[in-house]
């Protein structure tokens, strides 16, 4: 697949995208070095896997987005919340100048990174915040489900490289 550069002018203070119930507000799968998102606010999504971005096998760069929002509540057994503001999996993306904030996860079953999750992935990350974001689960929650972050979730094969990350919850 060819690049694509896509970057708001005004930037993520008036730049939005609100997210369809279900979708996920940036989709990137296997998009190839030198593929940019830029400049925008991605918001009030509801879906149990990225919600806000969704990056996979990619080797895109995100950069200054604010991801805010968004929730997913999930019931019943094999329903399970993973990185509902951002989700990475596979692949060696950049993302910089992130702010993930205010994301929701309520749920019977699984919460793995409400903020965001990586999995599988060797993601270059500078100049990250994330914060205030809650997991939690239903009265159905049982002992044996498990609430694995709230903030970010790390797990797989993942190497990840961090600079200047916050994390706060």
Same mark, same amino acid.
């Given at each position: 697949p060819n690049a694509v550069i896509i970057e708001s002018i005004e930037g993520p203070e008036t730049t939005f995208i609100d997210v369809p119930a *279900?979708?996920?507000?940036?989709?990137? @799968?296997? =998009? #190839?070095s030198g593929t940019r998102i830029s400049g925008f606010t991605v918001r009030n999504g509801s879906n149990e896997l990225g919600s806000g971005v969704y990056i996979?096998?990619?080797?895109?760069?995100?950069?200054?987005?604010?991801?805010?929002?968004h929730n997913c509540q999930q019931s019943g057994d094999g329903n399970d919340?993973? *990185?509902?503001?951002?989700?990475?999996? @596979?692949? =060696? #993306?950049?993302?910089e100048d992130i702010v993930i904030i205010d994301n929701t996860a309520r749920v019977d079953n699984i919460v793995s990174g409400t903020g965001a999750a990586f999995n599988n992935t060797a993601a270059i990350v500078t100049r990250m915040t994330v914060s205030n974001n809650l997991a939690e689960g239903t009265s159905n929650f049982l002992p044996?489900?498990?609430?694995?972050?709230? @903030?970010?979730?790390v797990t797989g094969s993942s190497n990840l490289t961090l600079n200047n990350v916050l994390i706060t919850n």
């Open positions: *279900g979708q996920h507000g940036i989709s990137l @799968g296997q =998009a #190839p996979f096998d990619s080797q895109a760069t995100v950069s200054d987005v604010v991801i805010t929002g919340c993973v *990185g509902v503001g951002l989700a990475v999996s @596979g692949g =060696a #993306p950049v993302l044996w489900k498990r609430i694995e972050a709230a @903030g970010v979730s």
